[in-house]
């Protein structure tokens, strides 16, 4: 049987791509509104960069957590936690799902422990 932290990894891998694929379509959409002198694009332009970087950080975390579930589960719930504060509410739903399996990660780590 599988490790619970081993399947969170795949999830984890989930929510870090969609978060860099969000990053990317908003990062393509703030230079459409820097096109058209939309006011805020540059915010959502920084925006976008720091999703993009948070998604590296969450599929990061997702390779590492198949070898030490404590630091992978970890860096996916500060790549969940920082995109949601950070860049805002399109990355919630990548958020969401680091949160989710970051969690799951910590919590099946120590339930080996007890």
Known sequence: MMALYKRMSDLGMVGGILGFIMGFVTLIASGIGALLHITGSVELFHSSWVAMLLGVVGIIGAVVNRG???????????????????????????????????????????????
């Open 68 to 114: 030490e579930a404590l630091i992978g589960g970890v860096t996916m719930m500060v790549a969940g936690s920082l995109g949601v504060s950070l860049v805002g509410g399109f990355y919630l739903i990548p958020s969401i799902i680091l949160l989710i399996a970051g969690l799951v990660s910590i919590l099946d780590y120590f339930r080996w422990w007890f």
